[in-house]
């Protein structure tokens, strides 16, 4: 459809493939570090405190 040849298409799928799995690393890493980091600032709120305190 775009009219690319065959050279063009297997660079194509090369790259997909070479970036594939370095877009997903980021993005498990990228979770990880923000799930850290909300979980930071919930233990750090007030109603944490309070949900603490009522569990007590």
Request: aromatic share 8%.
């Amino acid at each position: 459809m775009l009219g690319f040849g065959e050279a063009e298409l297997a660079l194509m799928i090369a790259l997909y493939m070479a970036q594939d799995s370095f877009g997903t690393t980021c993005n498990i890493t990228g979770d990880g570090a923000i799930s850290l980091w909300v979980n930071k600032f919930a233990k750090q709120s007030p109603q944490a405190e309070n949900i603490e305190q009522t569990q007590n």
